[in-house]
């Protein structure tokens, strides 16, 4: 089974084009090329992923 913090956040493969990926004290930071497109994907992840669990932190 794949660990949480090995997989892409969201299952998404919106960052499996990560440049680089590093574990912080409180979870995991992702750095995305820039494409407005994927910052749209990744705008509305969090949008829903606040709607359900709003003890969660975004920043896009």
Known sequence: ????????????????????????????????PLDPELAGQLARLATAEQSCCSFLQFGV
Do not use: K
Not at 2 to 12: D, F, I, K, M, Y
């Open 1 to 32: 089974m794949t660990s949480r913090r090995n997989a892409a956040p969201g299952g998404l493969s919106c960052c499996a084009g990560a440049t680089t990926r590093q574990d912080t004290p409180g979870g995991l930071r992702v750095a995305l």
